[in-house]
């Protein structure tokens, strides 16, 4: 179970998908194992709403440094790695646009 959904990764015809349980069609299909698992997990690490008017959403901020301190413990250019360094950017760069907007609104 990832976040409020049950997901299954399925085997087939030599590719892995990943289905939404009770949905037919999957909300994904990749190339190996472990890139159909690190592209759910990116997307629930980064998906949801994000509003708090007038700044940087918390989700972010505390995504970003709980990213900074899981790549600290991985080896550089593990599979995890990579994943972890990934949902890093999304929250810098939503921090950063979130940034951008307020500066421009206070303008």
């Known amino acids: 179970m990832l976040g409020r959904h049950v997901y299954r990764v399925h085997h087939e015809g030599g590719r892995w998908t990943v289905a939404k349980e009770g949905e037919a069609r ?32 918390p989700q972010d901020l505390a995504l970003r440094d ?19 360094r990934g949902v890093l950017e999304r929250a810098e760069r939503n921090i950063r646009d979130a940034t951008q907007e307020v500066e421009e609104d206070d303008e």
């Open 66 to 84: 709980r990213c900074q301190e899981a790549l600290a413990r991985l080896p550089a250019g593990s599979g995890g790695h990579r994943l972890i």
């Open 26 to 57: 999957p909300v994904g299909e990749f190339a190996d194992c472990e890139e159909a698992l690190a592209g759910r997990f990116f997307g629930i690490a980064v998906g949801g709403i994000r509003s708090c008017g007038g700044g940087p959403a």
